[in-house]
């Protein structure tokens, strides 16, 4: 659990944030990671002003979720293969964000 006060000039924001994860390490198979928050963020001033932006962290006013999730994986001595995946959730609606990375590792 973690309780934030911020303020910068007019703006003051105060956040609540509940978060739990989970790691899953296999061997020769890779590892695994997810990892879920909830916040409820109070933000008084202008919520459309890139200092807004910056406090909130991307996030809305309001009550706000985070679903992140990874794996990572060993393909054979020197590549290394990432997914990685973001879901928020908001007042906004919801959002998914996606990668996948080769990595050579010397």
Aim: glycine letters at 10%.
């Amino acid at each position: 659990y973690r309780w934030q006060r911020n303020e910068s000039g007019v703006e003051s924001l105060f956040a609540n944030s509940v978060e739990g994860e989970v790691t899953f390490r296999m061997p020769r198979q890779g590892s695994l990671n997810a990892k879920c928050r909830f916040e409820h963020l109070q933000f008084h001033g202008d919520s459309h002003t890139t200092v807004a932006y910056t406090m909130m962290e991307a996030l809305s006013d309001g009550p706000n979720g985070v679903l992140n999730g990874s794996y990572q994986v060993r393909l054979g001595e020197y590549l290394q293969l990432d997914f990685s995946y973001e879901g928020r959730l908001s007042t906004e609606g919801l959002r998914h964000t996606g990668m996948v990375t080769v990595k050579a590792v010397f």
